[in-house]
């Protein structure tokens, strides 16, 4: 698309969560139907539907992800691995 357009799409946020919105409705409607009949997984499938709603309106608090370096972390200017571990210094006998 870039290449023909010269840009790529943005897609808009409140069109893209009515839409979101519209297809739980759907998945909330069949797990009704589905507890009704006793099934199997209908209130973990209810609990998954209801989460991601929470999550898509902002109901839910919100949520801070940190990304660090892992393993080889000293070589590329990381602390290393040794670094998260809990200083032992003045804890013995």
């Known amino acids: 698309m870039k290449n023909y ?3 790529t799409p943005h897609p808009d946020a409140a069109l893209a969560r009515e839409m979101w919105r519209d297809r739980l409705e759907v998945l909330w409607r069949q797990v009704l139907k589905d507890a009704e009949q006793l099934r199997p997984g209908a209130v ?3 609990v998954a539907v ?3 709603a ?3 309106d902002g109901l839910d608090a919100p ?3 940190e990304i660090a370096p892992m393993g080889d972390a000293a070589r590329y200017g ?3 691995p040794d670094a998260a571990r809990p200083s032992t210094a003045g804890c013995g006998p």
Do not use: E, I, K, P
């Open 44 to 46: 973990r499938a209810g």
């Open 50 to 52: 209801v989460q991601r």
């Open 78 to 80: 990381g602390d290393g």
């Open 54 to 56: 929470a999550a898509l």
């Open 5 to 7: 357009f010269g840009t």
């Open 63 to 65: 949520q801070q992800f």
